[in-house]
């Protein structure tokens, strides 16, 4: 409920900085709700690689390639599931 206003000036600098026809596949950000049976929620926010400059704007730190498990599109493009999360057919963008 709190990260909401955070969560639009991320969607907004990604969407300024990568957005057009141009933008690579790999461009975009993912977000996750983790509760683990806790009455509040922490919200996480993935940038790929290629995302770097919009992470660093919101201080972001360098982790491993999440699980695309339970991971929401918070910007860029449906094409992104296939480009980074390859091999998962659950996320693959009809030809």
Not at 11 to 32: E, I, N
Not at 51 to 65: D, N
Request: hydrophobic share 40%.
């Amino acid at each position: 409920m709190l990260a909401g206003e955070i969560l639009e000036q991320i969607r907004t600098l990604f969407l300024s900085s990568y957005a057009g026809p141009d933008a690579a596949k790999d461009m975009a950000v993912f977000v996750r709700h983790e509760s683990e049976g806790r009455l509040h929620c922490e919200v996480h926010v993935y940038f790929p690689p290629a995302a770097i400059e919009v992470a660093e704007a919101f201080g972001a730190t360098p982790c491993t390639k999440p699980s695309p498990a339970d991971l929401g599109l918070l910007a860029g493009s449906e094409a992104s599931w296939g480009s980074l999360f390859p091999g998962n057919n659950r996320f693959k963008t009809p030809a």
